[in-house]
């Protein structure tokens, strides 16, 4: 008797929305089928800490799988699985559906990019006795992170005679790594006064790179130079190489469990790496779509998606008219009737930090992937905002799949704001709502998510492709 519900208790359940707690609703089975989904999220995060090394990844497991690079020329059936290559630095594959092209097919679209320190143009001096690069950080950061921790240095240098180095020297546990330095509290009165803004600069974040000189009195800047032979010696590298270069300082640490119960996971670069590895897997999970589906790996989120690699330019609507041709389909009406889930991270509710979000409308860590309807700044400016109409089509499907989700804002109107990519897919008159993953500490060079929120983004990117 004292266990049935009161007349108000089965109301309030019938009547009431609550967001689910996936670390109290999935069963032992499912909560270890995530966290082993997460041990390969991992190694995918250790191997693709910039957008070059997330394309080269993403490529050699889709090779694996079957996925062919992409030739306009040729005509595609039903279950043939393409790639293309956006110079190296954003990517694009598909998988062809049975139903005709230009009633649509399904969009899964992430970024690769993440905040990080970029070498100058000529990044490298010397002063008082070191051996220095500049920086310019790239993307949205909070400076004072930056100093006193590992950093790694990644990227592609093209040499004078056109040949690419590939360069990641700082993950490795043999490897030297690099860094930022901070002033001691003991002399930092003054800083320690400055606002959190201007306590650490642009121009402040210069890269340590050595304190050796170069045997030879008669030269100066000999530090320099003895930097320059070591690169030289091992590399084949001249100073004017850095010009055509693209060389970025990362966090050195790889990917770790957080907590006793190793529920989450820390890492650099889940801002994107998190939606566009759950997208990835997701799109190779689905052999045989109804509609064809796109899964897209954009560059430049974190500057504005500016850039030819960036979703601000056309490299996605042209794939989209090569694949039309090429299916005598035609571009425009598929664009029209496609849907798209743009694969974002969202801010999750921080205990720590509660006054920046409003409860009921943020997400929080372990309640599954999270549903974001707009984001943008002040009065919604800068954001698509999902229609009421594929909003239900989304809740639909992810309850219907019994797919643990929460809705989510960024932040408590007025607080800041910010923005994804669905705007620019909106812009090609596409059905777009941004689906994530909640993250704390959002762009720091260490950023938390937790294990079953990164599984049930993978479940929903899946169960939107089938559907
Ligand atoms: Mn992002
Ligand atoms: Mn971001």
């Given at each position: 008797?004292?266990?049935?519900?009161?007349?108000?208790?089965?109301?309030?359940?019938?009547?009431?929305?609550?967001?689910?707690?996936?670390?109290?609703?999935?069963?032992?089975?499912?909560?270890?089928?995530?966290?082993?989904?997460?041990?390969?999220?991992?190694?995918?995060?250790?191997?693709?800490?910039?957008?070059?090394?997330?394309?080269?990844?993403?490529?050699?497991?889709?090779?694996?799988?079957?996925?062919?690079?992409?030739?306009?020329?040729?005509?595609?059936?039903?279950?043939?699985?393409?790639?293309?290559?956006?110079?190296?630095?954003?990517l694009v594959l598909a998988t062809i559906g049975t139903e005709a092209l230009d009633r649509g097919v399904h969009l899964v679209i992430s970024h690769i990019d993440s905040p990080r320190l970029d070498l100058k143009p000529n990044p490298l001096y010397e002063d008082g006795g070191l051996a220095?690069?500049?920086?310019?950080?790239?993307?949205?950061?909070?400076?004072?992170?930056?100093?006193?921790?590992?950093?790694?240095?990644?990227?592609?240098?093209?040499?004078?005679?056109?040949?690419?180095?590939?360069?990641?020297?700082?993950?490795?546990?043999?490897?030297?790594?690099?860094?930022?330095?901070?002033?001691?509290?003991?002399?930092?009165?003054?800083?320690?006064?400055?606002?959190?803004?201007?306590?650490?600069?642009?121009?402040?974040?210069?890269?340590?790179?050595?304190?050796?000189?170069?045997?030879?009195?008669?030269?100066?800047?000999?530090?320099?130079?003895?930097?320059?032979?070591?690169?030289?010696?091992?590399?084949?590298?001249?100073?004017?190489?850095?010009?055509?270069?693209?060389?970025?300082?990362?966090?050195?640490?790889?990917?770790?469990?957080?907590?006793?119960?190793?529920?989450?996971?820390?890492?650099?670069?889940?801002?994107?790496?998190?939606?566009?590895?759950?997208?990835?897997?997701?799109?190779?999970?689905?052999?045989?779509?109804?509609?064809?589906?796109?899964?897209?790996?954009?560059?430049?989120?974190?500057?504005?998606?500016?850039?030819?690699?960036?979703?601000?330019?056309?490299?996605?609507?042209?794939?989209?008219?090569?694949?039309?041709?090429?299916?005598?389909?035609?571009?425009?009406?598929?664009?029209?009737?496609?849907?798209?889930?743009?694969?974002?991270?969202?801010?999750?509710?921080?205990?720590?930090?509660?006054?920046?979000?409003?409860?009921?409308?943020?997400?929080?860590?372990?309640?599954?992937?999270?549903?974001?309807?707009?984001?943008?700044?002040?009065?919604?400016?800068?954001?698509?905002?999902?229609?009421?109409?594929?909003?239900?089509?989304?809740?639909?499907?992810?309850?219907?799949?019994?797919?643990?989700?929460?809705?989510?804002?960024?932040?408590?109107?007025?607080?800041?704001?910010?923005?994804?990519?669905?705007?620019?897919?909106?812009?090609?008159?596409?059905?777009?709502?941004?689906?994530?993953?909640?993250?704390?500490?959002?762009?720091?060079?260490?950023?938390?998510?937790?294990?079953?929120?990164?599984?049930?983004?993978?479940?929903?990117?899946?169960?939107?492709?089938?559907?």
């Amino acid at each position: 008797m004292c266990n049935e519900k009161t007349p108000g208790e089965l109301l309030a359940e019938k009547l009431t929305y609550r967001t689910r707690d996936a670390g109290e609703v999935l069963d032992p089975a499912c909560l270890a089928e995530a966290d082993a989904f997460c041990e390969d999220y991992k190694a995918f995060l250790d191997h693709a800490k910039i957008e070059r090394e997330a394309v080269r990844t993403a490529i050699g497991r889709l090779k694996a799988a079957g996925y062919t690079e992409f030739d306009p020329g040729r005509s595609y059936r039903p279950g043939d699985r393409i790639y293309r290559n956006v110079r190296g630095k954003a990517l694009v594959l598909a998988t062809i559906g049975t139903e005709a092209l230009d009633r649509g097919v399904h969009l899964v679209i992430s970024h690769i990019d993440s905040p990080r320190l970029d070498l100058k143009p000529n990044p490298l001096y010397e002063d008082g006795g070191l051996a220095l690069f500049k920086t310019h950080y790239y993307g949205g950061i909070k400076k004072y992170q930056w100093t006193a921790i590992p950093l790694a240095l990644h990227g592609t240098v093209i040499r004078k005679d056109g040949t690419a180095l590939e360069v990641a020297i700082g993950d490795e546990a043999g490897d030297p790594v690099f860094c930022v330095t901070d002033l001691l509290p003991h002399l930092a009165r003054d800083q320690m006064g400055k606002t959190m803004k201007e306590g650490i600069r642009g121009e402040q974040l210069n890269i340590v790179a050595g304190s050796r000189p170069y045997p030879d009195e008669k030269v100066k800047d000999r530090v320099k130079l003895a930097v320059l032979a070591l690169l030289h010696e091992k590399y084949g590298l001249v100073e004017a190489d850095f010009l055509s270069a693209e060389l970025t300082m990362v966090p050195a640490w790889k990917a770790r469990d957080v907590g006793f119960d190793r529920s989450m996971i820390g890492a650099y670069g889940h801002d994107d790496k998190v939606c566009a590895y759950t997208a990835l897997r997701a799109a190779m999970a689905v052999e045989h779509p109804a509609k064809t589906s796109v899964t897209v790996f954009a560059d430049k989120e974190e500057i504005g998606s500016e850039g030819n690699t960036g979703l601000n330019s056309d490299f996605l609507k042209i794939f989209v008219e090569d694949l039309c041709a090429a299916q005598g389909a035609e571009s425009r009406r598929t664009l029209t009737n496609s849907t798209c889930m743009s694969a974002d991270v969202n801010a999750a509710f921080d205990p720590t930090f509660p006054e920046v979000a409003e409860r009921g409308n943020t997400a929080y860590l372990n309640r599954g992937v999270v549903i974001t309807k707009y984001t943008g700044a002040g009065g919604k400016s800068g954001t698509n905002d999902a229609s009421a109409e594929f909003m239900h089509t989304v809740r639909t499907l992810l309850d219907r799949a019994d797919i643990v989700w929460q809705t989510g804002e960024l932040g408590a109107v007025d607080q800041g704001g910010g923005g994804t990519v669905a705007q620019f897919v909106a812009h090609m008159n596409v059905e777009v709502v941004d689906v994530g993953v909640p993250v704390l500490s959002m762009h720091a060079p260490f950023e938390l998510v937790s294990k079953t929120d990164v599984f049930m983004t993978y479940r929903a990117f899946v169960e939107f492709l089938r559907s």
